[in-house]
């Protein structure tokens, strides 16, 4: 790749990326990304060929180029900056940022999934298909699963899939570092598995958050920091994701703030809204009425 200009590289590296994570790449998305004439893009789709021939291949029907069982990715492809691009929707596929080092720090992740996971899961949820997999559980150990993809889910502590599982029926999260050997399955899922029929996912939920009432001396800071209005910072919210969001955030979820602590400087005000959403376990202090 060395004798292409840095323009080059950059989208050689968009053709990768777009064949990587979404399993095609067309002469038109080049052209329109790059704002490019066709024949520039058609050099670049050569060039790109060349450089990796067994990557892609040409469907005539569809005019797009898919992604074969032998790609092999031409650009290294880092997971925590692959996740933020997908999670924006920035597509480049190009991570260098030249000699210029920006004064950002980020705390260190314990755990990055592996990208080929990453891009198998991005895969399947565009073009609409189902997984095999194995997947180790903390309760069951590992096993093999069909599930149904709908999304990739930064939950604030690691990153999780949301998909329709087979084996039990439902929608549930799972851990992206705790799968493995995943397959990209042919047949197109039924419309049941179907992320519209995910009713906790569909659903969205506001919560009501104050500083907490009783472990906050100085509440004007709380109120700073969460930029809230009137004294409350409104959140809205899918039912699927609150218990993360709460637990991220340590905010005091039971019903006369009883939480105590200096860890907990939130408190839900409306925690009835919670009512039927699931991962509540995980909400600080939250009980389900015992009626």
């Given at each position: 790749m ?5 323009a080059q ?5 968009y053709?990768d ?9 067309t002469?038109?998305e080049?052209?329109?990304?790059f704002?490019?004439?066709l024949?520039?893009?058609t050099r ?14 040409y ?6 180029y ?5 790609f ?9 900056r ?7 929707n920035?597509s480049?596929g190009?991570?260098?940022i030249?000699?210029t080092l ?25 073009n609409?298909?189902?997984?095999s ?6 309760s069951s ?5 069909e ?6 889910v930064d939950n604030?502590?690691?990153w999780?899939?949301r998909a329709y599982?087979?084996?039990?029926k439902s929608f549930r999260?799972f851990?992206?570092t ?11 899922p ?6 519209s ?5 569909m ?7 104050v500083?907490h ?18 004294g ?14 709460l637990r991220r955030w ?6 006369k703030?009883t ?6 400087q939130l408190y ?13 376990a ?10």
């Amino acid at each position: 790749m060395d004798e292409f200009s840095f323009a080059q590289k950059q989208r050689l590296a968009y053709i990768d990326f777009k064949l990587y994570f979404t399993g095609m790449v067309t002469r038109s998305e080049i052209v329109s990304h790059f704002e490019l004439g066709l024949a520039a893009a058609t050099r670049d789709l050569k060039f790109y060929k060349e450089s990796a021939p067994e990557n892609m291949a040409y469907d005539n029907v569809e005019r797009k180029y898919f992604i074969t069982t032998k790609f092999k990715p031409v650009f290294k492809h880092d997971a925590r900056r692959t996740l933020i691009k997908l999670a924006n929707n920035i597509s480049d596929g190009f991570d260098s940022i030249g000699d210029t080092l920006f004064p950002i720090e980020s705390p260190s992740q314990l755990n990055v999934p592996d990208i080929d996971v990453i891009a198998k899961l991005s895969q399947a949820i565009i073009n609409n298909k189902s997984i095999s997999l194995i997947y180790t559980s903390l309760s069951s150990g590992s096993g093999a699963r069909e599930l149904v993809p709908h999304s990739i889910v930064d939950n604030g502590l690691r990153w999780h899939l949301r998909a329709y599982d087979r084996k039990s029926k439902s929608f549930r999260d799972f851990v992206l570092t705790r799968i493995t050997q995943i397959t990209i399955l042919p047949q197109t899922p039924s419309p049941e598995e179907g992320q519209s029929e995910d009713h906790q996912w569909m659903r969205v939920v506001q919560l009501q958050i104050v500083p907490h009432p009783n472990n906050v001396k100085h509440p004007t800071a709380i109120k700073l920091d969460f930029g809230m209005k009137k004294g409350m910072l409104e959140v809205n919210v899918r039912a699927a994701m609150a218990g993360y969001l709460l637990r991220r955030w340590n905010v005091d979820c039971s019903e006369k703030a009883t939480l105590s602590g200096s860890e907990y400087q939130l408190y839900l005000q409306n925690n009835k809204t919670l009512y039927g959403a699931e991962n509540l376990a995980l909400a600080p202090g939250y009980q389900k009425d015992k009626d």
